[in-house]
């Protein structure tokens, strides 16, 4: 665990959450970073001293990618195409092995740090080169840039993106971890504003805060939220004011606007969830994967979703901590990985791993 800077600073705002007279209260974040720093400053024991949980949520971009979307891109790399993806993704297991599996056996996968990464190496060669974009609003932008100025012939995008809102409301619909506000993720708000969670507090009465990713921004924003139930209020506060502006990034959410169309989409621990995913709009056809290279993925076999015994679909849905799973730690470790909530440094068991002294 490691030691608060401004421990004083930490201490008022936890003294001013205990004068609330907090009790059994349970808030959620949907964010990797936000879990790392919950876990690696010890915030989640702090807060359970004066009556407050934080349970994590689906915020791992490489953990909700479901198996089948994995499952794809081996395919796509065991038939020829050269598959480009960032690191986290090629330890992700699936039942007919992992991206890193399909390397070893010879296909030609590689590991990006960039889409523009990606687009230099198509340049560079004439085979089929995949690139497959992960991750939240955050990221999205970032795959739009270079298909809106113009790729190679042979370079395609396999999206996985998916978007904030209706996983959100899929949580609250669910009705499974009874959750009383929402710590909404300060990287996403940067590009979309905070209006988009604002349906979310009028329909559910919702109190949520926006918050940054330091120890104080976490515990300033269950402080708001406290302060909020409090006073019986459910608005959309930002914390996070020094990056986040009511409407984010009017640039980013054009460019995304302009490339990708919301589709229904499964997430791993989750049914499929209306306009909850990124693909290609149809002017972008020709550098679309699932379109592009429709007949190997054709070939791409049934996987099953989580190994047996794994629980990441659980620990994305709040049920559980990752301690609760059976395997942590002693099947699944992050040398070994049975589920991508281990193998990812945003997903929670990763981060329960490293920080929680279990080795």
Same mark, same amino acid.
């Given at each position: ?11 008022r705002?936890?003294? &001013?959450?205990?004068?609330? =007279? ?9 964010c =990797? ?23 994590? !949520? ?9 198996? #089948? ?10 038939? !020829? ?17 992992? $991206? ?9 996968? &590689?590991i ?7 687009? #230099? ?7 089929? @080169?995949?690139f497959?974009?992960? =991750?939240?609003?955050?990221?999205a /932008? ?9 790729? /190679?012939?042979?370079? +395609? ?10 996983? @959100?409301?899929?949580? $609250?619909?669910? !009705? ?27 329909? %559910? ?13 976490? $515990?300033?924003?269950? %402080?708001?939220?406290?302060?909020? @139930? ?9 914390e ?35 306009? +909850? ?34 629980r990441? !679909?659980?620990? @994305?849905?709040?049920?559980?901590? +990752? ?12 040398? +070994? /990985?049975?589920? /991508? ?15 929680s002294?279990?080795?």
């Amino acid at each position: 665990m490691y030691k608060l800077r401004d421990e004083a600073t930490a201490s008022r705002i936890l003294s &001013r959450i205990r004068d609330m =007279g907090m009790e059994d209260v349970k808030f959620m974040h949907v964010c =990797g970073t936000h879990q790392d720093t919950m876990v690696r400053f010890g915030l989640d024991a702090m807060l359970r001293d004066v009556g407050v949980e934080i349970k994590q !949520g689906p915020g791992c971009p490489v953990c909700v990618t479901t198996s #089948r979307e994995v499952a794809d891109a081996i395919t796509l790399a065991r038939n !020829g195409v050269t598959v480009c993806a960032f690191g986290d993704m090629m330890k992700v297991p699936t039942t007919i092995g992992s $991206l890193n599996d399909a390397k070893a056996d010879g296909a030609d996968v &590689r590991i990006v740090y960039s889409i523009e990464d990606a687009v #230099r190496m198509a340049g560079e060669q004439e085979k089929p @080169l995949t690139f497959v974009a992960v =991750g939240f609003e955050t990221t999205a /932008p970032s795959t739009c840039v270079p298909l809106s100025k113009g790729v /190679p012939d042979n370079f +395609s995008v396999y999206s996985c993106h998916r978007i904030c809102p209706p996983i @959100l409301q899929t949580l $609250l619909d669910l !009705g499974e971890s009874r959750v009383q506000g929402f710590i909404e993720p300060g990287h996403v708000a940067v590009i979309t504003g905070t209006h988009i969670f604002e349906p979310l507090a009028e329909k %559910y009465h919702l109190p949520q805060v926006v918050a940054g990713f330091e120890p104080l921004d976490m $515990l300033m924003a269950v %402080y708001m939220l406290c302060r909020q @139930l409090k006073e019986g209020r459910a608005e959309v506060e930002n914390e996070y004011t020094r990056l986040v502006k009511p409407d984010g990034n009017p640039r980013a959410r054009r460019l995304m606007d302009d490339t990708f169309i919301p589709v229904d989409r499964a997430w791993r621990g989750f049914p499929v969830i209306p306009k +909850s995913a990124l693909a290609l709009k149809p002017e972008f056809e020709a550098h679309d994967a699932t379109k592009v290279h429709e007949d190997i993925l054709s070939k791409t076999p049934d996987v099953e979703e989580e190994a047996k015994g794994c629980r990441c !679909g659980d620990v @994305l849905r709040g049920l559980i901590s +990752s301690e609760e799973c059976p395997m942590f730690g002693t099947a699944c470790r992050p040398t +070994s /990985p049975k589920g /991508p909530c281990m193998v990812s440094a945003e997903g929670g068991c990763n981060i329960a791993f490293r920080f929680s002294g279990r080795r």
